[in-house]
């Protein structure tokens, strides 16, 4: 079993759909947990990041980590085709040793205008 | 704000050749990576510099990867030699300290081995 699941998709929605993203881990030594966003032929950028447990909104953009059943979320409201990319969880434990990112496999997000 | 440099962006080799990829981090930023990033698949870390020493490579194939970040600042990576299953997309990131949460990324370098 992988550290990090997520679906590869693709996942196609329409413009202005909610989108949910998700991701399951198995090491419960986790206690940061990112969203980052990719396109095509890019590196990932940097969307959201909740420490341990808890929701996180910004603008259309809302995280959530569910600590106990390790499933961390994404979701996007009044989806965008420019929301179109990659979009890659990301863990790492909090503090000593390394601080290297785990990365989920990435979901493949497609918004038909 | 410069973002993190790489170059080259692209590279073809054969197979048991050598290459080497270059990255310059934002600046100020003492802690450096390298992850590798297989096609369909999320970016692996292979190597983690703080300034100019090593805090984890447990990830990197050290019988034919090296990586070095000799003042602290740039960092180079090197395979000698390749193999097919190394084509896949090299990138490098760097943020402001071992505590920092963002990491900021370049846009990779993309290695064809053929």
């Known amino acids: 079993q992988k550290e990090v699941e997520q679906d590869p998709g693709p996942l196609s929605v329409p413009e202005g759909a909610i989108v949910s993203l998700n991701c399951t881990y198995s090491?419960?030594?986790?206690?940061?947990f990112m969203w980052y966003r990719q396109y095509s032929r890019k590196g990932p950028e940097l969307l959201m990041y909740t420490y341990s447990s808890g929701n996180k909104e910004d603008g259309r953009f809302t995280a959530q980590v569910d600590k106990s059943s390790k499933y961390i979320s994404l979701f996007i409201r009044d989806s965008q085709p420019s929301d179109s990319a990659t979009y890659l969880c990301a863990m790492r434990y909090s503090g000593g040793g390394a601080d290297g990112l785990t990365f989920g496999k990435g979901t493949h997000l497609i918004i038909q205008p | 704000e410069a973002g993190v440099a790489q170059s080259p962006r692209y590279k073809i080799i054969e197979k048991r050749q050598s290459v080497a990829f270059w990255c310059n981090p934002i600046?100020?930023?003492?802690?450096l990576y390298w992850y590798q990033q297989i096609l369909g698949q999320g970016p692996k870390l292979l190597i983690q510099?703080?300034?100019?020493?090593?805090?984890?490579d447990s990830q990197l194939p050290k019988d034919r990867f090296s990586a070095e970040r000799l003042k602290g600042v740039d960092s180079t990576l090197k395979i000698q030699p390749a193999k097919l299953e190394d084509s896949a997309v090299y990138l490098c990131?760097?943020?402001?300290?071992?505590?920092?949460?963002?990491?900021?990324f370049g846009q990779g370098t993309r290695l064809t081995v053929v």
């Open positions: 990131a760097s943020s402001l300290s071992r505590r920092d949460t963002e990491a900021f």
């Open positions: 600046s100020g930023h003492a802690t």
């Open positions: 090491n419960s030594a986790f206690q940061y």
């Open positions: 510099f703080q300034n100019n020493g090593v805090v984890d």
